[in-house]
Structure formats: structure tokens, C-alpha cells
């Protein structure tokens, strides 16, 4: 066999159905797309490479799926911390965005992102946020694959009027990026209460038509429930229920507050659960029962929410996060297990983007989209089991080469394609300025 | 005023009793301790130093105090995860000590830990283990600060035989390290599960006259209430209670199952706790209820546990949790605010080991125990609050220089006594060994 680049490496986790931990295994790809996983010893019998990468004592990986972010609010980390809820958005968040956000922000505050994501192993990203076209944009130029959130709030922004005049900048944007090669968007009703039903019915016979995901925040607080109950008369979930959202192409962000019913629901009707820990305990949201819902069935993928509420977009922190909460809230050792939290940052976010046939596993046929992190720093050392290693010691600086679509985007430490001092330079002035608005 | 070395930063962040956060800083060190910290402007004008450290773009921050470690216990990290507290203990930890754990064992996981502990900018340590005058020994070699415990438990192992030998060993080694710069002692009585009262009330009388700390698992899990109760007839905390253990010398780790009165009696008596929220929730224990305990006025400090329960031992990460899981748990986003976390993982930590008055600060006439982290990467730009930047969003890796009484044993981010490749290649020994066993 011939392929274009063949990396051997210490450990492969391709994240298949059984789980399996390689030891001393390659990874042979061509043509962007993985061509095979197999023993380095029978790779180096059987396939000519022309380039070929050895990396002793790395672990090689999917790429990390992010599947929910507002990447471009990169720029207020760490702007307004520690407050409740209700105060960081109103007297910091809403009035920042109302001054600030406008399409430099969201270019600057994207390629911030973009730079975080790569460097820790995100190769694929879930977004919503206001101007998402320059969201799109940064995010193919800089080699990213993307599934970028066309928004819809009831509200007026910088960013459209009305509704309908968000779906229809959406719609454009999904007319642009038809058939791109690593950008695909999806319908961002922000949530419940910012949505009116008639704009949700709207998105959701859309959705159905294009055959695209719906990304929406659902049941994060316990005042978001009160809230619905006083306005609607029903709880959120039902609502969406009613309205026929509840489906396969759902991917509900949060979900802190569920009762046993709309996890059975969930499961039954196959809609996706985005978990993002840190976010719920930063936000003090409440305590998603993770290990419930994998019990149930249901297909949960990670997400590190914006670094204004996170601080980071650290993916591999959020694993960790995930599979510690998760026990902690389950009373089990042995709930989430650290195989478990790689599947939700891998394979299960791929699926509820609807792009498993493509990224979240290292299989033949799949795009190769891989990450190598080198184990041998002191805090990754002794090795029994990868997986363990990888979930509960390794750190993001860990990354040493990330590939996209079997395009070198980090190489030995260093981006490829983003301009990292430029970038910083940006991020700098944008803080220097809201610094001072603040 | 002359000094030995002068560090410029652009923020420090001293732990003074305001919290202040000092933009464009210097600290003066000599002799070992800190002559001052005064604007940068000002020390350029006033101070003649023999070395100028010049750090654009970094924090300054006191040495991080681990309050609670099993340092050995690095050679087992991730040998056996995702598993009940009790097959975890009784079929994997406790037999693989019973088969390996001896002083070569102690002085190569202690050397693997005070290498990751350094590069993570933890300046002190407060270990429990066996054969604790090979972990001293390690220490002192290495110019770390440790308080060691002199381990006591009821039953034999390869260390001692019974209570009496235990404590006739510890007693030994203090006799072994009074006086010594960096390292000192404390009695480590296991867990009120583990020692039975007259070996629990000789530590007390031998503390007393002593003047040492008493570091002791405590409320660790529910099982472990439930067990006194039916031994005992009492809860642990009043079994020590009554033994006169609740006092200002007893550092209690763990505590995630306290009753209100539990905790006002840690307030009125001075007892301090010591929070290993990573360990709690991997090992599902409970969750300390931290909020409550820091509005009680009781002293808090932070600690990793050792590396197989939880798998590392940075403390940075550890303020993290302890400033998100505290959150999540009061239900309250402005618990726990970043500054309360990084209060525990330095000035509380030296509070609870008696040590406040020489460290966990940077104050004129404390020793010059300090870290430089670089801030300058995607990650943690921009930059509106340090404090917050420090928390919830930097990594150890961002660590350059560890200052110990004014000895730099990290710089430019290479320890300077320690052999990184020799220890690891011990620790690689360990690893097969083993795992191979497992």
C-alpha cells in the first residue's frame, strides 16, 4: 500500500466500539483520509510512505470534537468572574457585546479561539454566536473544521433585527458554504426563552428540509424552568417537545435540570445532550446527570461553552472535568469511566453533529483528523493505561502535532497556518479596550 | 538597599491580606528571604541588586503549599482507575504495596513527585506515607520544603510492626531533621479507621509537647461515618473529639460528610481543613461542603492527595476545582471566588502547618518561596483580572522559575538539582514492574 504520510506511534486510541488501547500501532494516511491502523511492524513490511513520522512515547488520537463553544467570546475571558448569574450577564456580558461585538471582534476573538482549540487537540468545533459568517470565514482559512450555528433570537443585536431577518442571514450562509470541505453550519435558536415559538417551528421545518442539526442551550438553570413554567405553562423541554424539536438533529446544551421522563424521551427519540461541566459549576448552574443519561442510552458529546464562562477551551481538561463530576454526582467510582469521557469528546460529538461517518474515530475510510500528544513529561509517567493517562494526567501542552483532514495544522508545537504573534497582538488591543470600557 | 536578586513582573500577586493584584511589580530576595515588594519603578531607582530578573508578561505568585500528598504513590499513578473505593483499595493499591513498597520504592516515587510538584510551582509539601524519613531525605536532597508525616497505623507492614514502632520511627526522624532549614515533621496518624484511641491519644500528648502539626484522613466517606457509628457508637469527629484531636494543630483532610455543628466546632477550636476536591469526586466520597466552611471562618487548605487517586499532583489545577466544584456545590456562581482558591493553596496551606509565619506570602521577612508563570500564551490573553487569569484559566506547563529561600530550583522552566531523565528512567523501571504484576 502507498500513502502520503505513516505515523508510528507509542499508543493508538482509535476510539473504536471495543475500545481498544495499541501499543507500537501506525497510522497510514492518503488523500486526507486515514487508510489504515495497524502494528508498525506490519507497516513497515507493507506500506511505502512517502513522508513518515516516529514518535516514541506519543499517544495518538481522534481529533477532539468541541461541540459547543462561542469561540469569538475568547475576548472576555476572564472580563467579569465569580458573580452570579443574572449580574454577569446583564451588568458585564449583554452591555460588553452591546459596545463591542461587531465583525473585527468576532474575526479577532475567532482566530483567538481557533489558535486555543488547536493547540489542545480540538479539531472540530460546534459554534453560536452573533456574525457567525466571520466565525465561518476565520475558520476556513485557518484549516478548521466547523459546524458553525446560524443564530436566531427573538431580539435585535448588531447583527440582525428580527427573527426572520436571522434566518435569513443564516440561510445565506448556508447557501455559501454548500459542499465546503471542512465548514458546515447548523440552526442556533439561542434557547427557549430568546425563541418565541413561532421562529422555532420555523427553524425546525428548516432543519428537516436541509437535513441540518439544531444547536440550542436547554435547561441549564433552574430559573430557566421557573421561568417557563410561569411564561408557558411547561417545562422547556416540553415545549421544544410540542413543537417537534425533540428529534435526531437536536443537540441540547446543558441539560443540568431533567427529570426521568425527558431522559426516557431523550433516549427514545435519539436527540443529543451537550454536556459542558465547567461551565455549569463556573455558572453554578446545577449538576447534569451525566451517568444517568449514558445509562439511558443516550448519546452525550462535551462541549467547553465560551472561555468567558469556562475560562478556557481546553477539551481535554474537559474530559477530566467530566469524568471526575461525573462520578462525583453518580456516588460511583466507576461511573464515566476515562474510555467513556474520550467518547464523548470524540466519537459521540461527531455523531450528534451528524458527521460520524466522517471524523470521530481513527477507522479506514475516515478523514484524518488526528492529534499526537507526547507522554513522556514527569506527570504522565509511569504508564499502565493510556486512556487513563490520557483523561486523567495528560494536559493540553501535551499536543505536539494536530492534523486536519490529514493536514499538518500543529507541527512539533508550533501552528502552521495561524499567525500565533499577530493574533496575540489583536487579542491584546481588543482586552486593552474593553479593559477600560469594563 | 542592596539584594541578591531582583525580579521584575509585570503582575504580582502577593497574598496580602487585600488580595491586591499589583501590576509592573518588583521582589527584592536576599539572604534567602524577600527584602521587599515595591513598584518596579521604585526598585529600579532604590535597590542595587547583583542579578535582575526581567519577566515581561508574567505573575508572580507565592510558592503553592500541597497540603495534603502520598508522594510515593506517583509509581502508581493510573495503575488502577474507574473503580470502587474498595476493590480499588483492597484488590489493586493495598496488595501492590504489600508487594513493592519499600525504600527504594519510597525515594523514586518521591523523587518523580517533588519533579512534577516543582514544575507545577509547588514549593512545600505535607506528605503521609511509609518509610517517611526516605521522603524527608528526598526533599532535602532536592531543596524542597516538606512537612513529613510520621505515619501511625495499628497494623504491620514493611515499615513497622505496630503503633509503638510506628511512632518510635517517626520520633526518630524528628530527632533526625530538628532544626533543618526546609524540612520538618508532623504526626500522621492514618484515620481514625486505622488507629485505635491509645495510639490516637499518645500522638496528642506527644503533639502537644512537640509543638507539631497532626495530619489525619478525616470524613473521608460516608462508609467511614456509618463504620464508627457501629464501632465506636460516635462519628469519627467526636471519637477525636473526645480524644482532645480537635485542636489548632490538626490539619483534616478530606471532610465530605460535616453536620453544622461539625463545622462550628472547626471554627471555635481552630482546626483546620485540608480540601482534595479531585480526589473526592474520583474516588465519588462526597463533596466537602467548602463554602460553608470558609463562611464559618474555619482555615481551609488545598491538597492533591497522591497520584493514584487523582492522577497528578498539580495544584494549580486543584485551585481550580476547588473555585468550580465550590460553586456548583453552594448553588451559588459567587462562591468561592478566584482569590479565596488561591488563598487556600498557599497562605492557608502554610496557616495549617503552623508555617504563616515564614511562608505562603510575599511579605518583607518571609522566605523568598515563589513562581513566575508566563501568561503570554493564547490561553490566557487577554488579561483583565490575574487573579482570575491565575485560576481559571492558566496550566502549570506556563510555570518558568520556583524560588525556594530564594534558591532558584526551576529556571526557564529546567530544574536545576533535580535529574529529570534519571528520574524518569526509574520511574519507567517502576511502570514495567508493576504493571506486569497487575
Not at 495518538?60 to 443574572?86: K, Q, W, Y
Not at 466519537?347 to 475510510?365: F, K, Q, V, Y
Request: net charge negative.
Amino acid at each position: 500500500m502507498h500513502a502520503e504520510l505513516l505515523i508510528h506511534a507509542s499508543w493508538v486510541l482509535p476510539v473504536d466500539s471495543d475500545d481498544r488501547q495499541l501499543a507500537d500501532h501506525a497510522v497510514a494516511i492518503g488523500g486526507g483520509r486515514i487508510l489504515a491502523v495497524l502494528p508498525s511492524s506490519e507497516a513497515r513490511a507493507s506500506i511505502a510512505a512517502r513522508e513518515v513520522l516516529e514518535l516514541p512515547g506519543h499517544l495518538l488520537i481522534p481529533g477532539l470534537v468541541n461541540a459547543h463553544t462561542h469561540a469569538a467570546m475568547s475576548l472576555m475571558r476572564g472580563l467579569a468572574d465569580d458573580l452570579p448569574l443574572m449580574t454577569w450577564l446583564h451588568e458585564h456580558i449583554w452591555p460588553a457585546e452591546g459596545r463591542w461585538v461587531d465583525q473585527g471582534f468576532v474575526a479577532d476573538g475567532t482566530r483567538l479561539a481557533l489558535l486555543e482549540m488547536l493547540r489542545g487537540g480540538v479539531t472540530c468545533f460546534h459554534d453560536m454566536y452573533f456574525h457567525p459568517e466571520v466565525t465561518a470565514q476565520a475558520s476556513a482559512e485557518a484549516g478548521m473544521r466547523a459546524v458553525i450555528g446560524m443564530i436566531v433570537v427573538d431580539f435585535p443585536t448588531g447583527y440582525a433585527a428580527n427573527a426572520d431577518e436571522y434566518i435569513a442571514r443564516g440561510l445565506a450562509m448556508h447557501d455559501a458554504y454548500r459542499g465546503h470541505p471542512l465548514v458546515r453550519v447548523a440552526f442556533a435558536p439561542h434557547s427557549p426563552y430568546a425563541v418565541s415559538d413561532e421562529p422555532l417551528a420555523r427553524v425546525r421545518t428548516l432543519a428537516d428540509e436541509l437535513e441540518l442539526p439544531i444547536h440550542i442551550h436547554l435547561h441549564e438553570t433552574r430559573d430557566e424552568i421557573q421561568q417557563s413554567l410561569r411564561d408557558h405553562g411547561e417545562r422547556p423541554f416540553s415545549r421544544l417537545d410540542r413543537l417537534g424539536l425533540i428529534n435526531p438533529a437536536l443537540l441540547a446544551v446543558h441539560m443540568t435540570q431533567l427529570e426521568e421522563a425527558e431522559i426516557a424521551r431523550l433516549a427514545e427519540t435519539g436527540a443529543h445532550v451537550v454536556h459542558c461541566p465547567e461551565s455549569n459549576l463556573k455558572l453554578a448552574s446545577g449538576f447534569c446527570p451525566l451517568a444517568q443519561l449514558l445509562d439511558a442510552g443516550v448519546n452525550v458529546a462535551l462541549g467547553t461553552d465560551g472561555a468567558a464562562s469556562n475560562n478556557d477551551l481546553d477539551l481535554l481538561g474537559e474530559m477530566r472535568t467530566a469524568a471526575l463530576l461525573g462520578k462525583g454526582v453518580a456516588h460511583s467510582a466507576s461511573a464515566v469511566p476515562a474510555s467513556a469521557a474520550l467518547r464523548m469528546a470524540t466519537i459521540n460529538g461527531a455523531r450528534a453533529l451528524g458527521l460520524d461517518h466522517e471524523i470521530g474515530s481513527l477507522e479506514p475510510g475516515k478523514a484524518a483528523d488526528l492529534v499526537a500528544l507526547d507522554l513522556r513529561a514527569p506527570h504522565t509517567q509511569p504508564l499502565y493505561h493510556p486512556v487513563s493517562q490520557l483523561v486523567y494526567a495528560a494536559a493540553r501542552h501535551q499536543v505536539r502535532h494536530v492534523w486536519i483532514q490529514g493536514e499538518a495544522l500543529l507541527r512539533d508545537g508550533q501552528p502552521t497556518r495561524l499567525d500565533e504573534r499577530a493574533i496575540l497582538d489583536q487579542a491584546r488591543g481588543w482586552g486593552e479596550r474593553l479593559g477600560n470600557f469594563a
